[in-house]
């Protein structure tokens, strides 16, 4: 998927503490991503932090290191940008599951996953998820995060999740195609259960750790 897809999902860049009318929850602003910081990573905090402090201090796993992580959002990354990227694994979400009863739950069952699993933080959650899931199965996007005070940067939460559904034999693309190469969308069947395979809190949006290249 391109940068510019993903950015679609996002809404505009909000100042941090910023509301909109009509909105309860704050909304945070969203870093930047990676092709925006090829000519000039100086934006990013070169201050060393093994941890990040505010509500998710308490639940991340170690620092990754960009420069020893596959990445392919990362591949034509400067070295200093690399160094500069500060992201931890969000470990309360890694290896749970939702169900989703229908594509147009998911930003629900997202929102639900979160409240139970990072209690306390108001989430902004995108609506549309149609796309990888009907085509790939695949749960993936990025939300603005609390900002992390022992930077002053902003933050995102990248999820990546995938359904678990039985293989069909046959010319499909994947197990959420039911028709031929060519004939349309997939037919699938619901409920499935997704399951979050890497959730990433970090500086820049949409990272890409432990998500897989997909078109």
Not at 23 to 41: C, Q, V
Not at 57 to 71: F, H, M
Not at 96 to 125: N, Y
Request: proline fraction near 12%.
């Amino acid at each position: 998927m391109s940068d510019n897809d993903l950015r679609k999902s996002l809404p505009k860049r909000l100042e941090t503490g910023q509301t909109l009318s009509g909105l309860p929850n704050p909304l945070w602003a969203e870093p930047p991503m990676t092709w925006e910081l090829r000519e000039d990573a100086s934006v990013l905090s070169d201050i060393p932090q093994q941890r990040p402090q505010g509500p998710l201090q308490g639940l991340v796993g170690p620092r990754i290191d960009a420069r020893e992580t596959d990445s392919e959002k990362l591949e034509e990354a400067s070295e200093e940008l690399l160094s500069r990227i500060a992201a931890w694994p969000v470990l309360p979400l890694v290896g749970a599951s939702f169900e989703v009863k229908s594509v147009d739950h998911i930003a629900d069952a997202v929102r639900e996953l979160l409240g139970s699993k990072l209690p306390g933080i108001d989430w902004w959650v995108h609506e549309d998820w149609r796309g990888p899931f009907e085509k790939y199965g695949i749960v993936h996007g990025s939300m603005p995060a609390p900002p992390n005070p022992a930077t002053g940067e902003p933050m995102a939460l990248e999820l990546y999740g995938k359904a678990e559904v039985p293989r069909i034999s046959g010319p499909m693309r994947s197990p959420f195609e039911s028709r031929p190469r060519g004939e349309g969308q997939a037919a699938v069947r619901y409920p499935v259960r997704v399951v979050i395979r890497a959730a990433t809190y970090a500086n820049i949006t949409f990272p890409g750790f432990g998500v897989p290249f997909y078109m």
